[in-house]
């Protein structure tokens, strides 16, 4: 009989782990009957989990409950000052950062030019300051610092946060997890842009998402363009850990080259980068436009923001522009929607809100190309509640997900992938550590 592998011997707890501890941080106060309840375990199992964490000053006894018949349940809310957690969001022109109570409330937040990437070691020690510094405005002591999640743009290998390629940013095989880790004292994972977007856009914070739904489809158009598939709350990263590159499929076949090295990708034809080139090409060649004057004569200086105020004026070359940008992207979101059936799709990134963006002609394209008379009838639109805040508040979650779950009691096994740093600082935190060679063999 085969082995279990070992990323799934695990899995089971930490998921019943995470949901307990959400359900809480949602619905708390709540006792430990309804919580049973309320993720489908027995009694005993949450007493164990809850107990669990009230021994590690996570959660609390708040009061009593009303009794229906018996002795009032004890009610549990979670400690918000116990533990915080940092979200980053790299973007090309701008990084964020927040940080996150254990409620999931962000206490403090801020924001500086990303500036130069080139050369990487150089910007990550920028980033280190910059992440250290925001720490110490946020008058949280070090010691509650329970991690830092990382978003950025690019292909990203799930476990190490390798980043293996990233377009906006010209890098290649740069292992940013592991450069910060060594520079920082205390975890951090490195995770793509937009599946830290889904985190926070899905509801998982319960602050208005679609948590009820099964499958939500979350969109990021702005410098370039990506997605990510949740489902039941989980992030899907297919067998690769690369899914969601929906900006890199092929929606003109002569169309330019991308950055990724092929021609006519979406993000090549239609996102903000995109767009601007096109509107720059524009200008350059004469045509009769108002971007001309918008730029003063200096065509670099055009970018998506100018092409959509211009649009918004009635400019028939940005119109031009905007209304096939537009088309392109409803082509590229029928196809995914075809595929994966959503209940719902987000819309978010930094195109999404500027003034202009045609909103209803983009549905209205969605629902031309995608197959009828499902999915594209009963499918629902949403534009991101809190505009381009949620790809760092996502990163914060992430940092909780991926980093707090881990250590509420459970074994944490390490393959042997560099990751000596990483194991220390997760025993820090109070797990039991396992080294693993990848044999298969038992513990």
Not at 213 to 233: E, F, P, R, S, Y
Not at 330 to 337: D, H, S, T
Request: charged share 20%; net charge negative; aromatic share 6%.
């Amino acid at each position: 009989m085969p082995k279990t592998p070992w990323a799934d011997r695990y899995r089971a707890a930490p998921t019943n782990k995470s949901n307990v501890m959400r359900t809480i941080i949602l619905e708390g106060p709540i006792s430990r009957a309804a919580l049973a309840k309320r993720v489908g375990l027995s009694l005993p199992s949450v007493m164990t989990i809850t107990e669990n964490l009230i021994n590690r000053g996570l959660v609390r006894a708040v009061g009593k409950g009303k009794s229906s018949g018996g002795k009032p349940p004890e009610l549990l809310s979670v400690v918000p000052e116990s533990e915080y957690y940092m979200g980053v969001d790299i973007g090309r022109g701008t990084i964020r950062l927040v940080l996150m109570n254990l409620a999931q409330k962000v206490v403090y937040g801020t924001m500086v030019e990303t500036g130069e990437v080139q050369p990487v070691e150089a910007f990550v020690d920028r980033l280190c300051e910059r992440i250290q510094s925001s720490l110490l405005e946020s008058g949280v002591a070090l010691d509650r610092l329970a991690g830092v999640g990382v978003a950025m743009p690019g292909l990203i290998e799930r476990d190490t946060g390798h980043i293996l390629f990233s377009p906006d940013f010209g890098w290649s095989d740069i292992p940013l997890q592991s450069w910060l880790q060594s520079r920082l004292s205390y975890p951090v994972l490195v995770e793509n842009a937009n599946r830290a977007l889904a985190l926070a856009e899905s509801g998982w914070r319960g602050d208005g998402g679609e948590s009820g739904t099964h499958t939500v489809l979350c969109v990021n158009i702005g410098h370039g363009i990506g997605a990510a598939l949740m489902q039941n709350n989980q992030l899907y990263y297919g067998s690769s850990g690369t899914s969601g590159e929906l900006g890199h499929i092929t929606v003109c076949k002569d169309g330019p080259l991308c950055a990724c090295g092929n021609s006519g990708c979406l993000e090549a034809v239609a996102s903000g980068e995109a767009i601007a080139l096109q509107a720059r090409d524009a200008v350059c060649s004469g045509l009769p436009t108002s971007l001309r004057e918008r730029c003063g004569g200096a065509s670099e200086r055009i970018d998506a923001k100018l092409v959509f105020e211009a649009a918004a004026k009635g400019d028939a070359v940005a119109l031009s522009i905007v209304d096939k940008a537009t088309d392109y992207i409803g082509i590229g979101l029928a196809m995914a929607i075809n595929i994966l059936d959503p209940d719902h799709i987000v819309i978010g990134g930094g195109l999404v809100y500027m003034e202009g963006f045609p909103r209803h002609e983009l549905e209205e394209d969605i629902y031309k190309y995608a197959r009828k008379p499902y999915p594209a009838r009963e499918l629902q639109y949403i534009y991101s509640r809190q505009g381009q805040e949620n790809g760092v508040i996502g990163a914060g979650i992430l940092a909780y997900k991926r980093l707090a779950e881990q250590v509420t009691g459970r074994k944490i096994v390490f393959e042997q992938i560099g990751g000596a740093t990483d194991a220390r600082l997760f025993a820090e935190k109070g797990a039991t550590v396992i080294m693993h060679s990848g044999t298969g063999e038992g513990m």
